[in-house]
């Protein structure tokens, strides 16, 4: 432990006072302290906790703790990196708790954990957890401790059959997935029986009164932020893309309720100041929030944004974030192929992009990251060769501006339209391809590592069956060739790497998250499907999985 730590930190709530008979709850992030207390969920998840005076709250990070309970009956942990899952084994040993659910005894506290990973597709990590909560955490969280409650005393399984019933709460345990056969599909999933129900569906805030740092501190990854979420989720629904489709319906904080009076709150305590959102600049109200951080007395207020709509930068964004102690702007532009956009349904021309530069530039910004994607399916070489040429345009239309394009490769994700579609087993040498045209026009390239790619796509389509392969990919070490030696060993208990990662799948095939339901029901996510197939190159052998 490491007390100057947390004594660095500035609270921006008050904790409660526990009670003499308060639940010992220990709350838990996966890695270190610096990357933990960074995380806004985190930060919330624990203040919410934490204010409660029926609950004795510690915190655990991989590299520091607060004081621990020795008989802690609730344990929690926000996973928001696929690979943290190593660091969750590895916290729960350090506990004397067995890492599987199954060999937990009535003595062992209950293993909770939320979070974008375990919203998506939590069967993976299934085993590993007593209970998951889906959603947005403003109202689960209360009513999943307000839950427990009410079971406190009972035996382990009847707590875990009473949390069943509420909405958003997933008990692992209480259903039963078979299969086709050891390495085929799965056959069915269902409740142990009738009192559990059939499926689980997330829960959604609605309010308009969005996320903001719980505590600011100089020891944490952005140091001495104040983090303000603008909007949640995204209106442009891109067809690959989670934080969209999982998090729907589009939300924004009030501009007067909610954003302002955090802001003020928050240079309280720090000059520096994150806007974050899948799409900030999409707020209804973003130009009069610009207005009001141009006011003088904020001169000296650094301030960061996330990446923004390409068609919203405009020369005076780009002037206030310059003058806010910004350097560089980020935006998505996937392709430089707009028919590889339309597939995507990116709402996006490649003049609009250019603007952007212009603007960024003329606006004082220095710099412009581009993001894309390579193995997108329905992509062919000529896209790539767009995607080129694009960049190359910008570079004379903004001479002077440092352009990075930063690219990954297309992974499927539950609840998307493309969740049917494996990786593009060429995206790796179309990655190497773009390196070395871009590197002759002198535009600085970041690809995402494709192997990483590939072992995000097992975890994002993976079933229960990877819990044993994950366990012993965390003694061998996360590489690729590390997965590949586990999925030898346990050759004839579960599928191969390549159906997990690279086959379509049918749309008749029983996902591994079908007993999770997400925003859209399936019909509309194959309809959206169809739309994107509709743009596919003819000629090309691509199987839809629509049927």
Not at 41 to 53: D, F, K, N, P, S
Not at 68 to 85: C, R, T
Not at 492 to 498: A, E, I, K, Q, S
Not at 507 to 525: A, D, E, M, Y
Request: charged share 20%; aromatic share 8%.
């Amino acid at each position: 432990m490491t007390p100057s730590v947390f004594d660095a930190e500035h609270l921006l709530f008050t904790p409660a006072t526990a009670d003499s008979d308060a639940i010992p709850l220990i709350y838990a992030f996966p890695n270190e302290y610096s990357v933990g207390i960074t995380s806004l969920g985190y930060q919330i998840v624990w203040a919410t906790l934490a204010t409660r005076g029926d609950l004795q709250v510690s915190r655990l990070f991989t590299d520091l703790h607060e004081p621990l309970p020795g008989e802690p009956e609730l344990l929690g942990f926000s996973v928001s990196w696929e690979l943290d899952y190593v660091n969750i084994l590895g916290l729960l040993e350090s506990l004397d708790i067995p890492i599987r659910a199954s060999n937990r005894q009535e003595s062992h506290p209950l293993i909770f954990g939320g979070g974008p990973v375990l919203t998506a597709n939590p069967e993976p990590f299934a085993d590993f957890f007593d209970v998951i909560l889906l959603g947005d955490g403003e109202n689960l969280l209360g009513e999943f401790v307000d839950g427990y409650q009410q079971v406190r005393k009972a035996g382990r399984l009847q707590q875990l059959r009473h949390l069943a019933q509420i909405p958003g709460v997933y008990v692992p345990s209480l259903y039963e997935v078979t299969y086709h056969s050891s390495e085929g599909a799965i056959a069915s999933i269902h409740p142990i029986d009738s009192d559990i129900p059939e499926t689980v569906a997330k829960q959604t805030y609605r309010g308009n009164v969005l996320s903001t740092s719980s505590v600011v501190t100089e020891k944490a990854a952005w140091p001495d932020i104040f983090m303000v979420e603008v909007v949640r989720s995204c209106p442009e629904m891109c067809r690959f893309c989670l934080a969209s489709y999982l998090t729907l319906p589009f939300r924004t904080a009030s501009l007067e309720h909610s954003l302002i009076p955090a802001i003020e709150r928050g240079l309280q305590v720090t000059r520096r100041i994150g806007l974050l959102g899948a799409s900030v600049t999409q707020h209804p109200e973003f130009n009069q929030l610009l207005d009001y951080l141009n006011q003088p007395q904020f001169e000296d207020v650094r301030l960061s944004i996330a990446s923004v709509r390409t068609n919203t930068v405009t020369p005076e964004l780009a002037q206030t974030l310059a003058s806010r102690g910004t350097k560089s702007l980020t935006i998505a532009i996937e392709s430089g192929s707009e028919r590889v956009r339309k597939i995507v349904n990116k709402k996006l021309e490649n003049q609009e992009i250019t603007q952007a530069a212009v603007n960024a530039k003329a606006g004082g910004l220095t710099g412009l990251k581009l993001y894309g994607m390579s193995g997108v399916p329905g992509e062919k070489m000529e896209d790539l060769e767009a995607t080129v040429q694009l960049l190359q345009s910008l570079k004379k239309s903004a001479p002077g501006l440092r352009l990075t394009f930063g690219c990954s490769t297309f992974v499927p994700k539950a609840h998307t339209p493309f969740q049917w579609f494996g990786v593009n087993p060429q995206a790796e040498k179309r990655l190497k391809k773009l390196q070395k045209e871009l590197g002759k026009s002198g535009i600085e390239f970041r690809p995402e590592s494709y192997n990483w790619s590939v072992i995000q796509a097992l975890i994002s389509r993976g079933d229960r069956r990877l819990s044993s392969l994950l366990e012993l990919v965390r003694h061998y070490g996360e590489t690729l060739g590390s997965y590949r030696r586990a999925f030898k060993e346990l050759r004839g208990t579960l599928p191969d790497l390549d159906f997990y990662v690279h086959e379509n799948w049918e749309s008749t095939q029983i996902l591994p998250w079908n007993h999770i339901l997400g925003p859209l029901p399936v019909f509309t996510l194959q309809k959206h499907l169809a739309e994107a197939t509709s743009y596919f190159p003819s000629a090309e052998k691509i199987i839809s999985p629509v049927s």
